[in-house]
């Protein structure tokens, strides 16, 4: 079970778990004897060794140079490892930026996953481009989101050495325990350097809900999750620098209590789902409305990215599978003749979202299913599309998540240019 985070807090572990919020941007902060962390979109980690520095991620090529410039005003050693904690754009495609002028390539190390992800983004560029457009800017027609660094594909510097469960670096006078562990990908490494005491979660801390629940991307494992922070509190580190946010810096209490209340929030989402699900296997969203979510008042637990019902959701599509449990979405008729069907049953789109304007107020869900009947049934109606553009944008307004706050602007969006919700 998740603790209770407000009791026994010192005055300097309040003002760090306030402060270090998800979109935290900053640095370099020392956070051990010539060790360096800085983060504009998520974080990096320098250490500087005899042999050169190991980095810990790299970040995306978009800030990776600004972060470097961080670093640089602390150390001048060329790159001799660095350690990619998992193969996210904002974590694997920045290193160049990090590199020394005419330094030997270093070596890159990654679990052993890595490569078959960033095949699979290879294969799909316009679809990687296309969610993280409504992901990051609530739309799907976004130019920034064409570019090469948010479509995916291979980085210009890919791993050149594998593990799969674990290993031990010696690099100078300094020791780097990788450990696998899937989480939010099934290609995650935690870092950790005992003789700095320094850990390195990459995403599996990220001063938030976990991302263990995104609604477009691939299967994540909270199980699994909470069984690797559970082993990272056991190092005793005393620092600890995540994939997004601010670091705790020589705080080995509020380190270990950010470990433990975030695999308890995790455990107990998954032990609460799979009791429904043992209870007769209802359908998926009845599942979800049977569970109860867990809450925490933690700084690292509130629902800024992700929330806790979308994990919910994940663990059903692991244990569950794809079929929502309703006999007619086994092979479902097109959803437009669905629409229309509804539309002609309540006397006309406009009923139909005249009723969602009525609920909006009361129940804003049920209003939204309505709203999608509407526009499904006559998109190109400027009134449908301009009601329906309205409801969305409310509810996009009542969302904490940012997941959530931009796939419901990004249907108010698809609703405005009279386009079918994508």
Known sequence: MAENPASQWTSTARRTAQEAKFFWTGGPIEVAPDTWFTSIGSGVTAFATDEGLVLVDSGTRLFAGEMAEHIRTRTELPVHTAIYTHGHVD????????????????????????????????????????????????????PTFESEDLRFGYPEYPPTRHYQQSLELRVGEATFELRACRGETDDHTWVYCPERRVLCTGDLIIWGVPNAGNPQKAQRYPWDWAKGLREMAETGAASLCPGHGGPVVNDPGLVRRILLDTAGFLEDIVERTLAVLEDGSPPHVDIVRRVDLPESDAPWLQPVYDEAEFIVRNVIRYFGGWWSGRPSELKPAPRADVATELAALAGGVG??????????????????????????????????????????????????????????????????AKRPFA
């Open 91 to 142: 974590h694997a495609f920045g290193l160049g930026a990090f590199l020394a002028e005419g330094q030997t390539a270093p070596q890159i190390v990654a679990q052993a996953n890595m490569d078959e992800r960033f095949a699979r983004y290879a294969r799909s560029p316009r679809h990687n481009a296309t969610i993280n457009s409504r992901q990051f800017g609530g739309r799907t027609d976004d």
């Open 351 to 416: 009923a139909l979202l005249a009723r969602a304007t009525e609920l909006a107020p009361r129940n804003m869900a049920l209003a939204c299913h309505l709203a999608d009947y509407a526009v499904e049934a006559a998109p190109d109606d400027p009134d449908v599309a301009e009601g329906v553009a309205r409801l969305y944008t409310d509810r996009a307004a009542q969302e904490t998540s940012l997941m959530a706050t931009n796939l419901y602007r990004s249907a108010a969006a698809s609703a405005e």
